[in-house]
């Protein structure tokens, strides 16, 4: 059975600092990869989506990037955080057909101070 | 614009009472519904899907309808439960793209 994992679960970082949040997933090849984030009380904003490795469509300018070393592995990073970078970040991976329930990890809560 | 929108924003009912919630969508061309369930500070859970060609799914205590023509879809709770509090969103994928559209969600309250 296909599995998605994220870590830290949750983390608080200074303004100003580097962040790395991972996402891996297990039991399935060639997955559709996407990164959300979550304000309090508010929906899911796609940040970035990947259909294989080394390829990434970012969907909102933003001082974050993703990457996509592996086929089941997708890093959200940061040079330096700004205090508007706190959410709940949502990794999440699809099949490759739009018919495919996307299927999310557990989140990680970033809080920036 | 491919957009989906939920109501109500919020909801509070009594244990054991029924409720509905709505979204209504833009999205073309549609391909498929979903609802989800997410508690708070978890990822959110695929309740139910619905094609084009179908009106009514259930699970369990969940009933989802869609109306392609109007495009509207519903979740229906039956005898609500303290652990249907949680965040239930709508999504709707397109027949071309990888994307997902996501409405903003209904915050279930279920309260003895």
């Known amino acids: 059975s296909q599995t998605i994992h994220q870590w830290p679960a949750t983390l608080v970082q200074p303004v100003g600092s580097p962040l790395s949040l991972e996402c891996t997933v297990e039991?399935?090849?060639?997955?559709?990869l996407y990164w959300y984030r979550q304000a309090a009380g508010r929906g899911l904003q796609l940040l970035f989506y990947?259909?294989?490795?080394?390829?990434i469509s970012s969907e909102v300018p933003q001082n974050l990037s993703a990457s996509r070393p592996q086929d089941r592995q997708f890093i959200l990073s940061s040079k330096k955080l700004l205090l508007s970078d706190s959410g709940f970040y949502l990794c999440?991976?699809?099949?490759?057909?739009?018919?495919?329930?996307?299927?999310f990890g557990p989140g990680t809560r970033l809080t920036v101070l | 614009k491919n957009q989906v929108e939920q109501s109500p924003q919020s909801l509070i009912i009594l244990e054991g009472k029924n409720c509905t919630l709505q979204?209504?969508?833009?999205?073309?061309?549609?391909?498929?519904l979903r609802w989800y369930k997410q508690d708070t500070g978890r990822g959110p859970v695929s309740l139910t899907i619905?094609?084009?060609?179908?009106n009514t799914k259930s699970n369990g205590r969940y009933t989802a309808t869609l109306d392609a023509d109007t495009k509207q879809s519903s979740l229906h709770i039956t005898a609500s439960q303290l652990s249907d509090s949680a965040s239930y969103i709508c999504?709707?994928?397109?027949?071309?793209?990888?994307?997902?559209?996501f409405g903003t969600g209904t915050s279930l309250t279920v309260i003895p």
């Open positions: 039991g399935t090849s060639n997955p559709n």
């Open positions: 990947s259909v294989g490795i080394g390829q």
């Open positions: 999440a991976w699809s099949g490759t057909i739009s018919y495919n329930e996307q299927f």
């Open positions: 619905m094609t084009f060609s179908e």
């Open positions: 999504v709707v994928s397109p027949l071309t793209g990888n994307q997902f559209y």
């Open positions: 979204c209504n969508y833009t999205v073309s061309p549609f391909s498929n």
